[in-house]
């Protein structure tokens, strides 16, 4: 069965700009996380969906923002991009949300 | 508050050494999950196990072995006989149920394991 699948995989913004992040969950699973993770703070917890409603979020700033779809599709966005939103934006999803999460490849963003 | 653990910046083994990777987490929750995952070069993370808080029995899969103790707030992860291919960064993370609803897992720093041949 398919993966997590993350689109795109590599994206080079510069400061200012916003950005959108698209992830598509395992069939089936209802509950999509996303991670945030750098070298320096490794991997940090930005929210988690379920059916649509964000039902938990991290201690980032309100430039990050995300949605859910029907079809549990899930989207991140940043505005207002700054230098150190350079990271690795990882999203996983499983089941309900306590199960292990399945990991998707990620997105690369490079802001310059 | 929540917290995960992972003194162990980088360890390096030569193959078929054992080696136990240490995690320690701090939770205020009676009900809460703890996981370890893979993150090889390649960089996918990979689920490799879950426990509940309710379940303190050690397991043992293949070369991977997992031991729970609840009075020392500890979730560590042996392998066995380790190979080159178990060189990867091994995070431990801690999910709990905040009042919100839902879940919300963090991890720790991550350890990163070096096997040589």
């Known amino acids: 069965k398919a993966g997590v699948t993350q689109t795109p995989r590599y994206l080079i913004k510069t400061r200012g700009q916003q950005v959108t992040l698209s992830c598509s969950p395992i069939s089936g699973h209802r509950s999509v996380s996303w991670y945030q993770q750098t070298p320096g703070q490794g991997l940090q917890f930005l929210f988690e969906y379920f059916s649509e409603t964000q039902r938990n979020k991290g201690n980032f700033p309100g430039r990050f923002s995300g949605r859910q779809f029907s079809n549990s599709r899930s989207e991140m966005n940043v505005s207002t991009l700054e230098l150190g939103d350079s990271a690795l934006y990882l999203c996983?999803?499983?089941?309900?949300?306590?199960?292990?999460?399945?990991f998707g490849s990620g997105t690369r963003l490079t802001v310059v | 508050a929540q917290k995960v653990t992972q003194a162990q910046t980088e360890i390096s083994v030569v193959e078929k050494e054992d080696v136990t990777l240490d995690c320690v987490y701090e939770t205020r929750d009676t009900t809460y999950y703890l996981f370890w995952y893979k993150q090889p070069p390649s960089g996918e993370l990979v689920f490799l196990i879950r426990r509940n808080s309710f379940d303190e029995q050690n397991e043992i899969s293949g070369r991977y072995s997992w031991n729970f103790q609840k009075s020392t707030s500890s979730f560590n992860f042996t392998i066995t006989a380790s190979q080159v291919v178990d060189s990867a960064v091994y995070f431990c993370?801690?999910?709990?149920?905040?009042?919100?609803?839902?879940?919300?897992?963090?991890f720790g720093a991550g350890t990163r394991l070096f096997v040589k041949a």
């Open positions: 996983a999803s499983s089941l309900t949300g306590k199960e292990g999460y399945t």
């Open positions: 993370a801690l999910s709990e149920a905040p009042n919100t609803g839902g879940f919300k897992t963090i």
